[in-house]
C-alpha cells in the first residue's frame, strides 16, 4: 500500500508557474505508474499527466501539453507536475494517483492510490 500526499498548490496569476509535488510512502514507489489528475468545480474529473514506472513515457492531455511536465524522482518517492503558462481554467483542485502497474495512462478506474488533493487557483 502507499499513501500520498500532494503540495505545492496555491494561488498564481495568469502566465505564472507552479510546481506540484506528490509524496508517496513506503519502499516500493519505483513500482508504481503515477498520474495527475485535477477536478474543477461543477466537472468531472480530468486526466492531466501520466508516467510510466520507469520514466520513460509520459502522457498529457491535450490542453496541457507543452505548458505542464510530470517527472518523477524515486530515490526521493516524489512525483512532480511543473506547470507553466498556467491559465485561469487550469484553476482545480490537483490529485496525484498511484497505479500497481508499468503505466495506467488517463483511465482513472486504472489507479488503486489517491493523494488528498491540493489546490490551485489562477486569476486573470
Known amino acids: 500500500q502507499v499513501q500520498l500526499v500532494e503540495s505545492g498548490g496555491g494561488l498564481v496569476q495568469a502566465g505564472g508557474s507552479l510546481r506540484l509535488s506528490c509524496a508517496a510512502s513506503?519502499?516500493?514507489?519505483?513500482?508504481?505508474?503515477m498520474g495527475w489528475f485535477r477536478r474543477a468545480p461543477g466537472k468531472e474529473r480530468e486526466f492531466v499527466a501520466a508516467i510510466t514506472r520507469s520514466g520513460g513515457r509520459t502522457a498529457y492531455t491535450d490542453s496541457v501539453r507543452g505548458r505542464f511536465t510530470i517527472s518523477r524522482d524515486d530515490a526521493k518517492n516524489v512525483v512532480y507536475l511543473q506547470m507553466n503558462s498556467l491559465k485561469p481554467e487550469d484553476t482545480a483542485v490537483y490529485y496525484c494517483a498511484a497505479a500497481q502497474a508499468y503505466y495506467s495512462g488517463s483511465n482513472y478506474r486504472g489507479y488503486d492510490y489517491w493523494g488528498q488533493g491540493t489546490q490551485v487557483t489562477v486569476s486573470s
Open positions: 513506503g519502499r516500493t514507489f519505483s513500482s508504481y505508474a
